[in-house]
């Protein structure tokens, strides 16, 4: 039997929750005991109606269908028991943790939270950047997203990222086609 990872459990949920407001929303493992057979528990912070009603359906529904998950990989501990966190902003940006290249999306612009790559500064170490940009397909690596006529040539050390899909453009506008964008 295949369980899902509980990072990928928790993109899902979190999709599903689409809470609103600020909001801390955390997977954390548990043992299987014999009234239950799940390994895992959900909460999140405050809700909103129509958030807690989503959240009522998708405990439901996803108890159903993932009654285990596989925490490997989780280093995160609350106690003695692995967790999964995200913190919703007010702007409903979720921000992930970067775990791997291929766990970050690379089929579009990402809102990353960055450090740049290359010879490491010590006293740069606490310093970040907030910047629109993608998987690089030709560089294999992500970059900001820069103008067409600019040859971009570091690659971004990124550290959490978040969909920008959710963003209204206000006015409606075309973003530009970016040569590379996987």
Request: contains cysteine; aromatic residues 10%; negative net charge.
């Amino acid at each position: 039997m295949t369980f899902k990872s509980a990072d990928d459990f928790m993109e899902e949920f979190v999709l599903r929750l689409r809470p609103l407001k600020t909001t801390a929303v955390v997977v954390r493992e548990d043992k299987a005991r014999p009234e239950h057979d799940f390994n895992w528990v959900a909460s999140t912070g405050p809700l909103s109606p129509d958030a807690k009603c989503r959240y009522e359906d998708a405990i439901i529904d996803m108890r159903q269908r993932y009654p285990r998950l596989n925490w490997e990989g989780i280093s995160e501990r609350d106690g003695d028991w692995r967790v999964v966190q995200r913190w919703v902003s007010d702007d409903s940006l979720v921000w992930n943790k970067f775990l791997s290249d291929d766990r970050t999306p690379k089929d579009r612009r990402l809102l990353l939270i960055t450090q740049p790559s290359g010879t490491f500064d010590i006293g740069q170490k606490d310093i970040y950047d907030v910047v629109v940009g993608h998987w690089d397909k030709y560089r294999g690596g992500f970059s900001i997203a820069e103008e067409p006529n600019i040859t971009v040539t570091t690659s971004l050390k990124v550290l959490y990222w978040a969909d920008m899909l959710e963003l209204p453009l206000t006015p409606p506008m075309k973003l530009r086609d970016i040569p590379g964008l996987a």
